[in-house]
């Protein structure tokens, strides 16, 4: 048994949540560990932690973080990264050693923009790249690192993802930002994560939209998942939101053992992390997962169902074509 599928077995299901069309399945760990991390929310406000561009010209795929900290510093996959010349997102997670400076990889998440408009360092957003489309980035990251050893994702897929909410949700953003999705929906989103609760020993959550399970989050201590909490609702809910599906009941909690069961059967492959740790990519049928393993522990560990997202995106792709096809431009 390897250390995702311990940790998996060793999960109990809480009692399940629901509001409108999401529920949610808490995972409660059976001994609460306490972090031995700052997670990168705390190191930047304590100025212990720096995120800036590789150069005064910048790279978009990647950014240089430094950890001052006598502690190790915590970045979570997913999470967006506000400032310098755009915003970007993390295509992985890093346990980043005391007083090491790494260049993490990155992807941009505001197509519109490349220039410095205040700050030179980036902040860390209260939002992270929404569910469906973390999914799709994760099956890029495993194909990149299986492939040539690198973590980069698809950006074009990225900014198709975030075209394809923005028009959806009817959004307007000037550079084209992931954060005027998150920004314009505010009031909805809030509503989706007050009606949530944490609950004793949580670590993680599986949660489920329209009956189906979309996918999990899990960290080794319910302190860490207590400060992503919100911020990884947001994440499903702007996906809740965008179905707009009548509401349902609280799904059968069998769903989400039977999730757990799949994801643990998952083929797996192992790289040496940027940080401390391994690096654990999971595929199996219609599921995709990433997780970071250290100390024998998994820091976290992030799955989804992968069922239609291909198509999804060829849809896209197809229709930006014809799109371009009917234009003045691509007249003939």
């Known amino acids: 048994m390897n250390h995702i599928q311990s940790a998996l077995a060793q999960l109990t299901l809480g009692q399940p949540q629901a509001f409108a069309n999401m529920a949610l399945f808490p995972l409660i760990a059976p001994h609460a560990e306490a972090p031995d991390y700052l997670v990168l929310e705390e190191a930047l406000k304590s100025e212990v932690g720096h995120i800036t561009e590789i150069s005064e010209g910048g790279s978009v795929p990647e950014l240089a973080f430094e950890?001052?900290?006598?502690?190790?510093?915590?970045?979570?996959?997913?999470?967006?990264?506000?400032?310098?010349?755009?915003?970007?997102?993390?295509?992985?997670?890093?346990?980043?050693?005391?007083?090491?400076?790494l260049?993490?990889?990155?992807?941009?998440?505001?197509?519109?923009?490349?220039?410095?408009t205040g700050s030179r360092q980036f902040a860390s957003s209260d939002s992270a790249l929404f569910a469906r489309a973390k999914a799709k980035?994760?099956?890029?990251?495993?194909?990149?690192?299986?492939?040539?050893?690198?973590?980069r994702s698809n950006q074009g897929e990225i900014w198709d993802d975030i075209a394809m909410k923005s028009t959806r949700l009817r959004v307007e953003s000037e550079t084209s930002a992931m954060a005027d999705v998150y920004s314009q929906h505010r009031a909805r989103l809030d509503d989706y994560v007050s009606a949530f609760k944490l609950q004793p020993?949580?670590?993680?959550?599986v949660v489920a939209l329209d009956g189906k399970v979309v996918g999990l989050e899990l960290f080794d201590a319910p302190a860490t998942f207590?400060?992503?909490?919100?911020?990884?609702l947001k994440s499903f809910a702007l996906d809740a939101i965008d179905v707009e599906q009548p509401?349902?009941?609280?799904?059968?909690?069998?769903?989400?053992?039977?999730?757990?069961?799949?994801?643990?059967?998952?083929?797996?492959?192992?790289?040496?992390?940027l940080g401390d740790g391994e690096d654990v990519r999971l595929q199996g049928t219609d599921v995709v997962a990433g997780a970071l393993v250290a100390d024998g522990r998994v820091r976290h560990l992030a799955g989804f169902r992968t069922e239609g997202l291909e198509e999804e995106s060829a849809s896209w792709r197809a229709r930006k074509v014809r799109a371009r096809q009917f234009s003045g431009s691509g007249m003939r």
């Open 67 to 101: 950890n001052n900290a006598p502690a190790r510093v915590l970045l979570v996959d997913g999470e967006e990264l506000i400032g310098a010349r755009q915003n970007r997102i993390l295509n992985i997670s890093i346990l980043v050693p005391a007083g090491k400076k």
């Open 247 to 273: 509401v349902t009941s609280v799904p059968a909690a069998e769903i989400a053992k039977a999730f757990l069961e799949h994801l643990g059967a998952a083929s797996a492959e192992t790289f040496a992390a």
């Open 226 to 232: 207590g400060r992503f909490f919100q911020k990884l």
């Open 201 to 205: 020993g949580q670590s993680g959550t």
């Open 103 to 116: 260049t993490i990889p990155v992807s941009c998440c505001e197509q519109g923009r490349w220039g410095y």
């Open 137 to 151: 980035k994760m099956l890029r990251v495993s194909e990149s690192m299986r492939s040539s050893g690198e973590r």
